[in-house]
């Protein structure tokens, strides 16, 4: 497949790897304790390589707004340096979203004309040409403005790509205009319903016959045209009284009643959002100012009505939304209104001075941007929090602050590519010992050459029950029960003895071993006949 070369490409495709895990430090928690929602304030690329060992392949939906490089971005502007710089911005920070989606994910950029088409080449590199959804086109002004070629751009982009095949659009709910088009003129005992033309205009011999109104006329279709339903078909429309001849029977062509009973749940999604559908940059604006008092405390909102339109297609209630370019907030806020779960991150001051304050607002139920749409009247709650020091240091000490479930995470993560829940049962966890789990490597989409992932087909005979790859133990913080500074974190005879006991009473006891230890004093001999492999921390997981 065709790849994006430009200044500094080498690097920006190692960076992600080369980015250390870092701890995430709470800072102050808002509203519902219990609530699973996350503002962080930090480089959005650490943060989201922070992520990973929780959050990879579960987040539903990721919707961002990132800079659209318009002389703004960096401080001196050259134009083949800045293009460049803004490549390799955002191609290790699209890796890692990435890795974060689920299989049934989503990823909506909003972007203009400057780097567009750019960011489409490079996103379609990093999630296969295959994998491309639509480039929806957002009419982002309501009023045209002056400009220096003769043509007022009016529209912004929305990049929609999705992590495997495995993603299916909701459709969007029918409006009330939609909804008034279905109405009851002869009180069918079935309901509203649509009047639908019964010719096409294309001639089909098959389909040219006479018809019988109520009134005794004989109908035939207009000349070059046919009916849109075969003889038989029609017979049975007639017999089920679904065809409609108009109030008095006597109407020159026949119609086709299509019920809302019977229809789909909404209608299917277009690739043009007018402003009146999702908003303006105009009223972004009144919406922010409505908040901060009256005060531009953003140059580059985005409606809520956009993120809102986003997230009834990509995501459903509890799911989790994420926004690495968080802005003024946004995303985050219509995600809570809506239900959802979210993480935002954004770096610097303005995630204390605008994002917080903003969110809090949600929380205590503030009625702008969709809250009266969505019926909002307040409530949930989020975590503060602030990126941490590396999980391990520059001499490769662990950080003090480590916990067992949170390098048991970490440790998960790069073994399987998956989050890790702590003490899950469904993997096969042992809570309260170093098995973290079974990993089996179950895929809901099969590989292709290219990176590209495609949907099983569904004449495949069924696969066998997969075989184990490995056994995760994880020897950290004395999890065997001794409290000694380095108790039970080597592995010995003993140690190993220990594990292969707990493992003989696994979920999978043939399945190979992986440990991770600061230290083995077992000869590689023995290690291969327990079928054992083993990882030293932190050297073996000091970045992905």
Same mark, same amino acid.
């Given at each position: ?375 909002? *009247? @307040? +409530? ?6 602030? $990126?941490? /020091?590396?999980?391990?240091?520059? #001499? !490769?000490?662990?950080? =003090? ?84 500074? *380095? @108790? +039970? ?6 140690? $190993?003895? /220990?594990?292969?006991?707990?493992? #003989? !009473?696994?979920?999978? =006891? ?35």
């Amino acid at each position: 497949m065709p790849q994006l070369t430009w200044l500094g490409d080498a690097d920006a495709k190692r960076a992600a790897r080369r980015v250390p895990y870092r701890m995430l430090d709470p800072v102050e928690q808002v509203g519902d304790p219990a609530a699973q929602n996350w503002l962080i304030q930090g480089d959005n690329l650490d943060a989201l390589k922070a992520l990973l060992p929780f959050y990879a392949g579960r987040v539903k939906c990721v919707f961002i707004d990132p800079p659209y490089n318009t002389k703004s971005a960096f401080e001196h502007y050259d134009d083949n340096l800045e293009h460049s710089q803004w490549l390799s911005m955002m191609y290790p920070r699209l890796e890692l979203l990435r890795t974060l989606l689920s299989e049934h994910g989503t990823l909506w950029a909003t972007i203009d004309d400057n780097e567009g088409h750019y960011l489409k080449v490079i996103a379609d590199e990093l999630f296969g040409r295959g994998n491309f959804v639509a480039n929806i086109v957002w009419q982002s002004k309501d009023t045209p403005g002056n400009n220096s070629t003769g043509i007022a751009q009016t529209h912004n982009h929305v990049l929609v790509m999705r992590k495997s095949s495995a993603f299916q659009f909701a459709l969007m709910p029918r409006n009330e205009a939609q909804l008034a088009n279905y109405t009851n003129p002869d009180d069918d005992p079935r309901g509203d319903w649509l009047a639908a033309p019964l010719t096409r205009a294309e001639h089909r011999d098959r389909d040219v016959y006479p018809l019988s109104n109520p009134v005794g006329k004989s109908v035939l279709p207009p000349k070059g045209s046919s009916w849109r339903r075969p003889p038989e078909k029609m017979r049975w429309l007639i017999a089920d009284n679904r065809v409609w001849w108009g109030r008095r029977g006597d109407a020159e062509f026949p119609m086709e009643k299509k019920f809302l009973s019977e229809a789909k749940d909404g209608v299917v999604n277009k690739t043009w959002w007018p402003y009146e559908f999702a908003g303006s940059t105009r009223n972004a604006s009144a919406e922010i100012k409505a908040l901060f008092g009256g005060q531009k405390a953003f140059d580059t909102p985005k409606p809520e009505k956009i993120v809102q339109r986003a997230l009834e297609i990509a995501s459903n209630v509890d799911d989790i939304v994420l926004d690495s370019f968080l802005g003024s907030g946004t995303t985050a806020a219509v995600a809570h209104k809506m239900g959802r779960r979210w993480i935002g991150i954004e770096m610097g001051e303005h995630a204390r001075t605008h994002c917080l304050p903003r969110l809090l607002k949600v929380v205590e139920g503030e009625a702008g941007g969709i809250s009266r749409a969505v019926g909002w *009247a @307040g +409530g949930g709650g989020f975590r503060f929090a602030q $990126l941490g /020091a590396p999980v391990f240091d520059a #001499a !490769g000490h662990i950080h =003090p602050e480590m916990r067992f479930d949170t390098l048991a995470a970490f440790v998960w993560q790069q073994e399987t590519g998956h989050a890790h829940t702590p003490g899950d049962p469904a993997c096969g966890a042992r809570p309260g010992t170093p098995l973290l789990g079974i990993h089996y490597g179950l895929d809901s989409c099969q590989r292709l050459p290219d990176r590209r992932e495609g949907q099983i087909s569904p004449e495949a005979p069924p696969a066998a029950a997969p075989a184990p790859r490995a056994a995760i133990y994880l020897l950290f913080n004395g999890i065997l029960g001794d409290k000694r500074p *380095a @108790g +039970g974190n080597v592995l010995t005879r003993e140690v $190993l003895s /220990a594990l292969l006991a707990l493992h #003989a !009473g696994s979920a999978a =006891p043939q399945a190979p071993l992986v440990v991770y230890g600061e230290a083995c004093r077992v000869g590689p001999v023995r290690l291969a006949q327990a079928g054992v492999t083993f990882r030293h921390i932190p050297h073996d997981i000091r970045a992905g």
